[in-house]
Protein backbone atom coordinates (compact mmCIF):
# COMPACT_ATOMS: atom_id res chain seq x y z
CA UNK A 1 0.00 0.00 0.00
CA UNK A 2 3.25 2.27 -0.57
CA UNK A 3 5.85 3.05 1.48
CA UNK A 4 6.19 5.04 4.14
CA UNK A 5 9.14 6.19 4.04
CA UNK A 6 8.94 7.28 0.87
CA UNK A 7 8.24 10.84 1.59
CA UNK A 8 8.61 13.29 4.21
CA UNK A 9 5.99 12.65 6.98
CA UNK A 10 4.63 15.84 8.59
CA UNK A 11 3.57 14.28 12.91
CA UNK A 12 0.16 17.05 11.87
CA UNK A 13 -0.40 16.24 8.41
CA UNK A 14 0.43 12.35 8.32
CA UNK A 15 -0.32 11.42 12.03
CA UNK A 16 -3.71 10.82 14.11
CA UNK A 17 -3.85 13.51 16.22
CA UNK A 18 -5.39 12.73 19.76
CA UNK A 19 -7.90 15.24 22.24
CA UNK A 20 -7.31 15.20 26.19
CA UNK A 21 -10.02 16.82 28.25
CA UNK A 22 -7.18 17.22 31.47
CA UNK A 23 -9.48 16.64 34.51
CA UNK A 24 -10.62 13.83 32.93
CA UNK A 25 -7.49 11.71 31.70
CA UNK A 26 -5.59 10.48 34.38
CA UNK A 27 -5.42 11.69 38.25
CA UNK A 28 -1.83 11.02 39.99
CA UNK A 29 -2.47 12.69 43.45
CA UNK A 30 -5.98 11.41 44.62
CA UNK A 31 -7.86 14.42 44.31
CA UNK A 32 -10.39 12.76 41.73
CA UNK A 33 -9.15 15.48 39.19
CA UNK A 34 -6.80 14.80 36.38
CA UNK A 35 -3.43 16.40 35.84
CA UNK A 36 -0.46 17.39 33.57
CA UNK A 37 1.12 13.99 35.82
CA UNK A 38 -1.32 11.43 34.52
CA UNK A 39 -1.08 12.85 30.87
CA UNK A 40 2.42 12.03 31.42
CA UNK A 41 2.33 9.04 32.66
CA UNK A 42 -0.07 7.52 30.11
CA UNK A 43 2.30 8.62 26.77
CA UNK A 44 3.77 4.96 26.57
CA UNK A 45 -0.43 3.89 26.23
CA UNK A 46 -0.57 6.99 23.45
CA UNK A 47 2.79 5.81 21.57
CA UNK A 48 1.38 2.38 21.89
CA UNK A 49 -1.54 3.24 19.65
CA UNK A 50 -0.03 5.88 17.04
CA UNK A 51 -0.71 8.83 18.34
CA UNK A 52 1.48 11.58 16.90
CA UNK A 53 0.16 14.39 18.56
CA UNK A 54 -1.92 15.50 21.48
CA UNK A 55 -4.13 18.79 22.11
CA UNK A 56 -4.72 19.54 25.76
CA UNK A 57 -8.26 21.75 26.83
CA UNK A 58 -7.11 24.35 28.56
CA UNK A 59 -4.79 24.27 31.27
CA UNK A 60 -4.23 27.83 32.39
CA UNK A 61 -5.35 29.59 35.63
CA UNK A 62 -9.06 29.89 35.88
CA UNK A 63 -11.77 30.11 37.73
CA UNK A 64 -13.40 27.55 36.04
CA UNK A 65 -16.76 28.97 35.69
CA UNK A 66 -16.64 27.44 31.78
CA UNK A 67 -13.99 24.97 33.22
CA UNK A 68 -10.59 27.11 31.65
CA UNK A 69 -12.10 28.48 28.91
CA UNK A 70 -12.11 31.84 31.42
CA UNK A 71 -8.93 32.73 31.78
CA UNK A 72 -7.20 34.43 34.53
CA UNK A 73 -3.46 34.13 33.53
CA UNK A 74 -2.59 33.21 30.18
CA UNK A 75 0.84 31.89 31.14
CA UNK A 76 0.33 29.96 34.06
CA UNK A 77 -0.70 26.64 34.94
CA UNK A 78 -4.18 25.82 37.13
CA UNK A 79 -3.06 24.84 40.39
CA UNK A 80 -5.07 21.59 40.19
CA UNK A 81 -3.61 20.52 37.10
CA UNK A 82 -0.04 21.17 37.53
CA UNK A 83 2.95 23.75 37.61
CA UNK A 84 4.93 24.95 34.33
CA UNK A 85 7.61 22.01 35.25
CA UNK A 86 4.91 19.45 35.23
CA UNK A 87 4.32 21.04 31.65
CA UNK A 88 7.91 20.98 30.69
CA UNK A 89 8.67 17.19 31.66
CA UNK A 90 5.67 16.47 29.34
CA UNK A 91 6.62 18.04 26.63
CA UNK A 92 9.87 16.59 26.77
CA UNK A 93 8.57 13.24 27.87
CA UNK A 94 6.14 13.59 24.99
CA UNK A 95 8.80 14.54 22.37
CA UNK A 96 11.03 11.24 23.32
CA UNK A 97 7.97 9.17 22.12
CA UNK A 98 7.41 10.91 18.72
CA UNK A 99 4.37 13.11 20.32
CA UNK A 100 4.09 16.68 19.79
CA UNK A 101 1.80 18.79 22.67
CA UNK A 102 -0.97 21.41 21.61
CA UNK A 103 -2.38 23.66 24.08
CA UNK A 104 -5.87 25.29 23.84
CA UNK A 105 -5.78 28.94 23.63
CA UNK A 106 -8.48 31.33 24.11
CA UNK A 107 -8.32 34.93 22.66
CA UNK A 108 -11.79 35.32 22.04
CA UNK A 109 -12.48 36.44 25.71
CA UNK A 110 -11.21 36.17 29.29
CA UNK A 111 -12.31 35.71 32.52
CA UNK A 112 -13.82 38.97 34.32
CA UNK A 113 -11.16 38.15 37.70
CA UNK A 114 -7.90 38.60 34.79
CA UNK A 115 -6.20 41.75 36.52
CA UNK A 116 -6.99 43.29 32.66
CA UNK A 117 -10.58 43.30 33.06
CA UNK A 118 -10.10 44.22 37.04
CA UNK A 119 -8.59 47.19 35.66
CA UNK A 120 -10.98 47.84 32.90
CA UNK A 121 -14.01 47.96 34.67
CA UNK A 122 -12.39 50.58 37.41
CA UNK A 123 -13.14 53.25 35.39
CA UNK A 124 -13.24 54.16 31.77
CA UNK A 125 -10.12 55.93 31.98
CA UNK A 126 -8.43 53.13 33.40
CA UNK A 127 -5.27 51.61 31.16
CA UNK A 128 -6.92 48.15 30.03
CA UNK A 129 -10.22 50.07 29.26
CA UNK A 130 -10.03 49.22 25.76
CA UNK A 131 -8.91 46.23 25.94
CA UNK A 132 -12.43 44.98 26.09
CA UNK A 133 -15.66 45.61 24.06
CA UNK A 134 -17.40 48.46 25.86
CA UNK A 135 -20.51 50.66 24.48
CA UNK A 136 -23.28 52.72 25.74
CA UNK A 137 -26.66 51.98 25.96
CA UNK A 138 -29.16 51.62 23.03
CA UNK A 139 -31.73 55.21 23.48
CA UNK A 140 -34.02 53.09 25.03
CA UNK A 141 -31.42 52.09 27.68
CA UNK A 142 -31.21 48.60 26.60
CA UNK A 143 -28.16 46.68 24.87
CA UNK A 144 -26.17 48.29 22.09
CA UNK A 145 -27.29 45.52 19.81
CA UNK A 146 -29.11 43.07 18.93
CA UNK A 147 -26.50 40.09 19.06
CA UNK A 148 -27.51 37.23 21.05
CA UNK A 149 -25.53 35.20 23.95
CA UNK A 150 -23.92 31.29 22.56
CA UNK A 151 -25.02 30.02 25.52
CA UNK A 152 -28.61 31.27 25.82
CA UNK A 153 -29.77 32.31 22.41
CA UNK A 154 -32.86 33.47 24.51
CA UNK A 155 -30.56 36.20 25.90
CA UNK A 156 -28.52 39.27 25.05
CA UNK A 157 -24.89 39.22 24.39
CA UNK A 158 -24.17 41.99 26.55
CA UNK A 159 -24.24 42.98 30.14
CA UNK A 160 -24.19 46.30 32.35
CA UNK A 161 -21.53 47.47 34.21
CA UNK A 162 -23.83 50.10 36.35
CA UNK A 163 -20.42 51.44 37.63
CA UNK A 164 -19.66 53.12 34.49
CA UNK A 165 -22.98 52.86 32.67
CA UNK A 166 -21.43 51.12 29.79
CA UNK A 167 -22.09 47.54 28.78
CA UNK A 168 -19.48 45.21 27.98
CA UNK A 169 -19.59 42.64 25.19
CA UNK A 170 -20.27 38.92 26.37
CA UNK A 171 -20.35 36.46 24.02
CA UNK A 172 -20.61 33.66 26.03
CA UNK A 173 -21.07 33.87 30.28
CA UNK A 174 -21.07 37.44 31.59
CA UNK A 175 -18.07 36.29 33.53
CA UNK A 176 -16.11 35.85 30.18
CA UNK A 177 -16.05 39.70 28.89
CA UNK A 178 -14.82 39.56 25.19
CA UNK A 179 -11.48 41.03 24.37
CA UNK A 180 -11.19 44.03 22.00
CA UNK A 181 -9.04 42.84 18.59
CA UNK A 182 -8.98 46.57 17.29
CA UNK A 183 -6.38 47.17 19.76
CA UNK A 184 -3.07 47.16 18.88
CA UNK A 185 -1.91 46.19 22.54
CA UNK A 186 -4.36 43.24 22.90
CA UNK A 187 -2.35 41.95 19.89
CA UNK A 188 0.59 42.77 21.26
CA UNK A 189 -0.12 41.34 24.15
CA UNK A 190 -0.97 37.94 22.42
CA UNK A 191 1.91 37.65 20.76
CA UNK A 192 3.95 37.53 23.80
CA UNK A 193 1.19 34.37 25.30
CA UNK A 194 1.70 32.83 22.10
CA UNK A 195 5.99 32.83 22.52
CA UNK A 196 5.55 32.11 26.33
CA UNK A 197 4.94 28.23 25.40
CA UNK A 198 6.40 28.47 21.94
CA UNK A 199 9.66 29.15 23.75
CA UNK A 200 8.85 25.75 26.20
CA UNK A 201 8.46 23.59 23.37
CA UNK A 202 4.99 23.87 22.68
CA UNK A 203 3.91 22.26 19.30
CA UNK A 204 1.44 24.54 18.89
CA UNK A 205 -2.40 25.66 19.56
CA UNK A 206 -5.84 24.84 19.02
CA UNK A 207 -7.83 28.45 18.78
CA UNK A 208 -10.48 28.49 20.51
CA UNK A 209 -13.69 29.98 18.49
CA UNK A 210 -10.74 32.12 16.22
CA UNK A 211 -13.27 32.99 13.74
CA UNK A 212 -15.45 35.07 16.31
CA UNK A 213 -11.90 36.90 17.72
CA UNK A 214 -12.71 40.15 16.12
CA UNK A 215 -15.79 42.06 16.26
CA UNK A 216 -17.74 44.63 13.79
CA UNK A 217 -16.15 48.26 14.49
CA UNK A 218 -19.47 49.81 14.19
CA UNK A 219 -21.41 47.15 16.16
CA UNK A 220 -24.19 46.62 13.45
CA UNK A 221 -27.25 44.70 14.15
CA UNK A 222 -26.96 41.32 12.77
CA UNK A 223 -29.87 39.96 10.11
CA UNK A 224 -32.61 37.69 10.82
CA UNK A 225 -32.37 34.37 9.23
CA UNK A 226 -34.01 32.61 6.59
CA UNK A 227 -35.61 29.30 5.85
CA UNK A 228 -32.84 28.17 3.82
CA UNK A 229 -30.48 29.17 7.17
CA UNK A 230 -28.64 26.01 9.18
CA UNK A 231 -30.66 24.45 12.07
CA UNK A 232 -28.11 25.44 14.20
CA UNK A 233 -27.94 29.31 13.24
CA UNK A 234 -31.83 29.28 13.00
CA UNK A 235 -31.65 28.32 16.48
CA UNK A 236 -30.54 31.80 17.39
CA UNK A 237 -32.82 33.55 15.13
CA UNK A 238 -30.25 35.68 13.63
CA UNK A 239 -27.39 34.90 11.28
CA UNK A 240 -23.77 35.79 12.49
CA UNK A 241 -22.95 37.65 10.52
CA UNK A 242 -21.32 41.44 12.54
CA UNK A 243 -20.51 39.30 16.07
CA UNK A 244 -18.42 36.54 14.09
CA UNK A 245 -16.65 35.85 10.97
CA UNK A 246 -15.53 39.48 10.18
CA UNK A 247 -12.98 39.90 6.82
CA UNK A 248 -10.46 41.65 8.97
CA UNK A 249 -10.02 38.59 11.13
CA UNK A 250 -7.94 36.43 8.62
CA UNK A 251 -5.15 39.61 9.23
CA UNK A 252 -4.79 38.32 13.00
CA UNK A 253 -4.44 34.82 11.48
CA UNK A 254 -1.56 35.82 9.59
CA UNK A 255 -0.04 37.12 12.15
CA UNK A 256 -0.11 34.17 14.53
CA UNK A 257 0.82 32.40 11.32
CA UNK A 258 3.87 34.04 11.18
CA UNK A 259 4.87 34.10 14.43
CA UNK A 260 4.37 30.16 14.32
CA UNK A 261 6.86 30.49 11.31
CA UNK A 262 9.38 32.14 12.86
CA UNK A 263 10.26 28.74 15.14
CA UNK A 264 12.03 25.87 14.03
CA UNK A 265 10.24 23.59 13.95
CA UNK A 266 7.11 25.68 12.89
CA UNK A 267 4.89 25.50 15.12
CA UNK A 268 1.18 24.71 14.10
CA UNK A 269 -2.05 26.58 14.49
CA UNK A 270 -5.58 24.27 14.69
CA UNK A 271 -8.84 26.68 14.61
CA UNK A 272 -12.10 25.96 16.20
CA UNK A 273 -13.71 27.31 13.03
CA UNK A 274 -17.05 27.33 14.73
CA UNK A 275 -18.78 28.03 10.63
CA UNK A 276 -21.34 25.92 8.61
CA UNK A 277 -20.85 28.03 5.48
CA UNK A 278 -18.74 25.90 3.53
CA UNK A 279 -16.86 28.97 1.76
CA UNK A 280 -16.07 30.62 5.13
CA UNK A 281 -14.52 27.33 6.31
CA UNK A 282 -12.41 27.06 3.50
CA UNK A 283 -11.22 30.67 3.89
CA UNK A 284 -9.41 30.33 6.93
CA UNK A 285 -6.22 28.39 5.19
CA UNK A 286 -5.95 31.21 3.53
CA UNK A 287 -3.24 31.14 0.83
CA UNK A 288 -0.98 28.62 3.02
CA UNK A 289 -0.47 31.66 5.46
CA UNK A 290 -3.33 31.05 8.01
CA UNK A 291 -4.49 28.15 9.80
CA UNK A 292 -2.65 25.16 9.36
CA UNK A 293 -5.47 22.66 10.19
CA UNK A 294 -9.54 23.84 10.86
CA UNK A 295 -11.89 21.55 12.43
CA UNK A 296 -14.65 21.00 10.18
CA UNK A 297 -18.25 21.38 11.90
CA UNK A 298 -20.16 20.24 9.07
CA UNK A 299 -18.93 16.51 9.03
CA UNK A 300 -19.63 16.87 12.94
CA UNK A 301 -23.16 18.27 12.39
CA UNK A 302 -23.91 16.10 9.75
CA UNK A 303 -26.71 12.96 10.58
CA UNK A 304 -25.33 9.42 10.51
CA UNK A 305 -26.06 9.29 6.97
CA UNK A 306 -24.10 7.84 4.12
CA UNK A 307 -25.37 11.00 1.81
CA UNK A 308 -24.94 13.49 4.63
CA UNK A 309 -21.98 12.90 5.45
CA UNK A 310 -20.60 12.74 1.92
CA UNK A 311 -21.30 15.83 1.07
CA UNK A 312 -19.93 17.68 4.26
CA UNK A 313 -16.58 16.07 2.72
CA UNK A 314 -17.20 16.31 -0.68
CA UNK A 315 -18.56 19.51 -0.20
CA UNK A 316 -15.30 20.81 1.88
CA UNK A 317 -12.67 18.99 -0.78
CA UNK A 318 -14.39 20.89 -4.08
CA UNK A 319 -13.75 24.53 -1.78
CA UNK A 320 -10.34 23.84 -0.10
CA UNK A 321 -7.08 25.44 -1.52
CA UNK A 322 -4.66 23.30 -3.39
CA UNK A 323 -2.52 23.43 -0.31
CA UNK A 324 -4.95 23.22 2.60
CA UNK A 325 -5.75 20.08 4.59
CA UNK A 326 -8.62 19.05 6.06
CA UNK A 327 -9.64 18.04 9.45
CA UNK A 328 -11.71 15.45 10.76
CA UNK A 329 -13.25 14.48 14.26
CA UNK A 330 -16.67 13.32 15.28
CA UNK A 331 -16.80 14.92 18.24
CA UNK A 332 -15.13 16.77 21.46
CA UNK A 333 -16.04 18.41 24.65
CA UNK A 334 -18.47 20.49 23.21
CA UNK A 335 -20.55 17.82 21.65
CA UNK A 336 -22.31 14.69 23.10
CA UNK A 337 -19.54 11.39 22.03
CA UNK A 338 -20.24 9.67 18.50
CA UNK A 339 -20.61 6.71 20.11
CA UNK A 340 -23.62 7.85 21.31
CA UNK A 341 -24.86 10.29 19.17
CA UNK A 342 -23.62 8.68 15.68
CA UNK A 343 -24.07 5.44 16.85
CA UNK A 344 -26.75 4.44 19.69
CA UNK A 345 -23.76 2.50 21.35
CA UNK A 346 -24.30 0.01 18.63
CA UNK A 347 -20.81 -0.93 18.20
CA UNK A 348 -20.80 -2.40 14.42
CA UNK A 349 -21.57 1.47 13.75
CA UNK A 350 -18.81 2.80 15.89
CA UNK A 351 -16.26 0.82 14.01
CA UNK A 352 -17.45 1.99 10.46
CA UNK A 353 -17.52 5.66 11.87
CA UNK A 354 -14.09 4.96 13.18
CA UNK A 355 -12.89 3.13 9.89
CA UNK A 356 -14.69 6.40 8.25
CA UNK A 357 -12.45 9.17 10.02
CA UNK A 358 -9.58 6.94 9.60
CA UNK A 359 -10.16 6.76 5.37
CA UNK A 360 -10.57 10.17 4.48
CA UNK A 361 -8.27 12.35 2.90
CA UNK A 362 -7.15 14.80 6.04
CA UNK A 363 -5.85 14.63 9.80
CA UNK A 364 -8.22 12.32 11.66
CA UNK A 365 -8.77 13.70 15.05
CA UNK A 366 -9.69 11.60 17.92
CA UNK A 367 -11.61 12.42 21.51
CA UNK A 368 -10.03 10.68 24.38
CA UNK A 369 -11.68 7.45 24.72
CA UNK A 370 -12.76 7.38 20.95
CA UNK A 371 -10.61 4.35 20.83
CA UNK A 372 -12.11 2.04 23.35
CA UNK A 373 -16.21 3.34 21.76
CA UNK A 374 -16.29 5.23 25.00
CA UNK A 375 -20.16 6.57 25.02
CA UNK A 376 -21.98 9.43 26.96
CA UNK A 377 -21.89 9.02 30.43
CA UNK A 378 -24.93 10.43 31.99
CA UNK A 379 -24.38 13.29 34.42
CA UNK A 380 -27.96 14.83 35.84
CA UNK A 381 -28.81 16.81 39.07
CA UNK A 382 -26.40 17.92 41.14
CA UNK A 383 -23.81 16.58 39.24
CA UNK A 384 -23.90 19.01 36.28
CA UNK A 385 -21.11 21.31 36.18
CA UNK A 386 -21.12 22.39 33.07
CA UNK A 387 -22.80 26.22 32.76
CA UNK A 388 -24.74 25.52 29.82
CA UNK A 389 -26.07 22.12 31.11
CA UNK A 390 -27.15 23.64 34.34
CA UNK A 391 -29.06 26.37 32.25
CA UNK A 392 -30.97 23.79 30.31
CA UNK A 393 -30.61 20.47 31.36
CA UNK A 394 -27.98 17.58 30.46
CA UNK A 395 -29.41 16.63 26.61
CA UNK A 396 -27.96 20.31 25.87
CA UNK A 397 -24.89 20.48 28.56
CA UNK A 398 -21.79 19.16 27.94
CA UNK A 399 -21.31 17.33 31.15
CA UNK A 400 -22.04 13.63 29.67
CA UNK A 401 -18.95 13.76 27.24
CA UNK A 402 -16.57 15.27 29.90
CA UNK A 403 -16.42 12.29 32.00
CA UNK A 404 -13.25 10.31 33.25
CA UNK A 405 -11.56 8.12 31.13
CA UNK A 406 -11.88 4.16 31.50
CA UNK A 407 -8.28 2.29 32.52
CA UNK A 408 -9.54 -1.05 33.77
CA UNK A 409 -12.84 -2.26 35.47
CA UNK A 410 -11.66 -1.90 38.25
CA UNK A 411 -12.75 0.89 41.06
CA UNK A 412 -11.32 4.49 40.42
CA UNK A 413 -11.00 3.05 36.55
CA UNK A 414 -6.97 3.11 36.73
CA UNK A 415 -8.33 6.96 36.62
CA UNK A 416 -8.34 7.68 39.83
CA UNK A 417 -7.57 5.58 43.47
CA UNK A 418 -10.00 3.07 44.27
CA UNK A 419 -12.35 4.94 46.66
CA UNK A 420 -12.19 8.55 45.37
CA UNK A 421 -14.96 10.21 44.13
CA UNK A 422 -13.96 11.81 40.81
CA UNK A 423 -14.34 15.13 39.72
CA UNK A 424 -17.33 13.68 37.33
CA UNK A 425 -18.66 10.24 37.40
CA UNK A 426 -17.60 7.14 36.13
CA UNK A 427 -19.73 5.47 32.99
CA UNK A 428 -19.76 2.12 31.65
CA UNK A 429 -16.24 0.94 32.76
CA UNK A 430 -16.97 -2.81 33.06
CA UNK A 431 -17.80 -2.74 29.21
CA UNK A 432 -15.72 -0.08 27.82
CA UNK A 433 -12.35 0.22 29.34
CA UNK A 434 -8.30 -0.52 28.29
CA UNK A 435 -7.36 -2.82 30.15
CA UNK A 436 -9.72 -4.94 28.73
CA UNK A 437 -9.28 -4.45 25.17
CA UNK A 438 -5.41 -4.20 25.14
CA UNK A 439 -4.39 -7.30 23.20
CA UNK A 440 -8.11 -8.49 22.46
CA UNK A 441 -7.98 -8.97 18.54
CA UNK A 442 -11.78 -8.45 18.84
CA UNK A 443 -11.61 -5.40 20.35
CA UNK A 444 -12.43 -1.85 19.31
CA UNK A 445 -9.33 -0.58 20.82
CA UNK A 446 -7.13 -3.30 18.65
CA UNK A 447 -9.46 -1.99 15.61
CA UNK A 448 -8.29 1.62 16.13
CA UNK A 449 -4.53 0.66 16.71
CA UNK A 450 -4.48 -1.66 14.20
CA UNK A 451 -6.47 1.40 11.22
CA UNK A 452 -3.74 4.04 12.83
CA UNK A 453 -0.94 1.76 11.70
CA UNK A 454 -2.63 1.03 8.72
CA UNK A 455 -2.74 4.28 8.07
CA UNK A 456 0.84 5.11 8.84
CA UNK A 457 2.17 2.15 6.55
CA UNK A 458 0.55 3.61 3.51
CA UNK A 459 0.93 6.32 1.68
CA UNK A 460 -2.12 6.43 -0.26
CA UNK A 461 -3.99 6.80 2.91
CA UNK A 462 -1.97 9.57 4.68
CA UNK A 463 -1.44 11.79 1.40
CA UNK A 464 -3.30 10.03 -1.66
CA UNK A 465 -6.09 12.11 -3.34
CA UNK A 466 -9.78 11.46 -2.60
CA UNK A 467 -12.19 10.68 -5.27
CA UNK A 468 -15.85 9.06 -4.93
CA UNK A 469 -16.74 5.83 -5.95
CA UNK A 470 -19.46 5.69 -8.77
CA UNK A 471 -21.33 3.19 -6.35
CA UNK A 472 -21.81 5.31 -3.64
CA UNK A 473 -25.69 6.19 -3.04
CA UNK A 474 -28.44 6.99 -0.38
CA UNK A 475 -26.63 3.99 2.01
CA UNK A 476 -23.57 3.06 0.34
CA UNK A 477 -20.00 5.26 0.42
CA UNK A 478 -17.19 4.54 -1.50
CA UNK A 479 -14.26 6.29 -2.37
CA UNK A 480 -10.46 5.95 -3.54
CA UNK A 481 -7.67 7.07 -2.26
CA UNK A 482 -5.75 6.75 -5.49
CA UNK A 483 -5.13 4.02 -7.90
CA UNK A 484 -4.60 1.24 -4.93
CA UNK A 485 -7.10 1.94 -2.30
CA UNK A 486 -10.73 1.57 -1.87
CA UNK A 487 -12.49 2.42 1.17
CA UNK A 488 -16.19 1.03 1.36
CA UNK A 489 -18.94 1.74 4.02
CA UNK A 490 -22.16 0.48 4.16
CA UNK A 491 -24.53 2.54 6.28
CA UNK A 492 -27.77 0.79 5.86
CA UNK A 493 -29.06 -2.23 7.76
CA UNK A 494 -29.66 -4.29 4.69
CA UNK A 495 -26.10 -6.23 3.01
CA UNK A 496 -25.01 -4.61 -0.76
CA UNK A 497 -22.43 -5.81 -3.25
CA UNK A 498 -20.46 -3.05 -5.04
CA UNK A 499 -19.40 -4.29 -9.03
CA UNK A 500 -16.05 -4.34 -10.58
CA UNK A 501 -13.86 -4.55 -7.41
CA UNK A 502 -11.05 -6.69 -7.37
CA UNK A 503 -8.56 -6.93 -4.65
CA UNK A 504 -7.60 -7.87 -1.03
CA UNK A 505 -9.20 -6.64 2.77
CA UNK A 506 -6.84 -4.72 4.17
CA UNK A 507 -9.12 -4.35 6.98
CA UNK A 508 -12.67 -4.76 7.84
CA UNK A 509 -15.13 -4.17 10.63
CA UNK A 510 -15.54 -7.82 10.81
CA UNK A 511 -11.49 -8.06 11.01
CA UNK A 512 -12.32 -12.11 10.31
CA UNK A 513 -12.74 -10.41 7.02
CA UNK A 514 -9.00 -8.93 7.17
CA UNK A 515 -7.02 -10.30 4.71
CA UNK A 516 -10.09 -11.97 2.68
CA UNK A 517 -9.40 -11.71 -1.76
CA UNK A 518 -12.10 -10.12 -3.44
CA UNK A 519 -12.73 -10.85 -7.42
CA UNK A 520 -15.38 -8.73 -9.33
CA UNK A 521 -17.87 -8.21 -6.42
CA UNK A 522 -16.97 -7.01 -2.75
CA UNK A 523 -20.14 -7.97 -0.45
CA UNK A 524 -21.16 -5.54 2.79
CA UNK A 525 -22.62 -6.06 5.26
CA UNK A 526 -25.02 -4.26 7.83
CA UNK A 527 -22.85 -1.15 9.02
CA UNK A 528 -20.11 -3.04 8.02
CA UNK A 529 -16.65 -1.54 6.29
CA UNK A 530 -13.23 -2.07 4.36
CA UNK A 531 -10.41 -1.07 3.30
CA UNK A 532 -9.14 -2.93 -0.08
CA UNK A 533 -5.74 -3.23 -1.22
CA UNK A 534 -7.15 -3.07 -5.32
CA UNK A 535 -5.49 -5.17 -7.82
Excluded at 125 to 136: F, G, I, K
Excluded at 198 to 219: N, P, Q, S
Excluded at 398 to 420: I, K, L, Q, S, Y
Aim: glycine share 8%; charged share 25%.
Amino acid sequence: MGDAAADDVVWWRDGVLYQIYPRSYADTNGDGVGDLRGITSRLDYLQWLGITGIWINPITASPNDDWGYDVSDYCAVHPELGTLDDLDDLVAEARERGISVMLDLVPNHSSDRHAWFVDARHDRASEHRNYYVWADPAPDGGPPNNWVNTFDPGASAWTLDTASGQYYLNQFLPTQPDLNWWDDRVRDEFDRIYRFWYDRGVAGFRIDVCHAVLKDAELRDNPPTGPDDHWYVQMYGQRFVYNTNRPEVHDILRRWRAIADDYDPPRVLLGETYVLDPNAYAAFYGNDDELHLAFNMMLLHAPFDATELRAAVETAEALLPADAWPTWTGGNHDNHRWATRWCNDDPARVRLCMLMLMGLRGTPFLYYGDEIGMPDTPVEGDQILDPVGRMFGPRLGRDNERTPMHWNGAPGAGFTDPGVTPWQPFGAIATHNVADQTGDPASMLTFTRDLIALRRASTALRRGPYATHAASDDTIWVWERGPDVLVALNFGAAPRSIAAVNGTIAICTDRRRDGESIADTLHLGAFEGVVVERR
